[in-house]
């Protein structure tokens, strides 16, 4: 699935975003997840700096 989406991202019409990839360590049981978010270029960096 992640194919189609990066493959998604190298249209034309998708060169205005970018996959945003976060660890997110669970409190249960202290092992990272991973998201995965697409936003547009101007939202990365509030995207990162959120918690």
Same mark, same amino acid.
């Not at 936003?39 to 918690?51: A, G, I, S």
């Given at each position: 699935?992640?194919?189609k ?18 660890a997110?360590?669970?409190?249960k049981t %202290?092992a ?6 697409i936003?547009?270029? %101007?939202?990365?960096? %509030? ?5």
């Open positions: 699935m992640a194919k989406v990066v493959a998604s991202l190298q249209k034309k019409e998708g060169k205005n975003f970018a996959k945003v990839i976060r997110v360590r669970s409190e %202290d990272y997840t991973f998201r995965e978010e936003v547009t270029l %101007d939202q990365v960096q %509030d995207t990162l700096k959120k918690n």
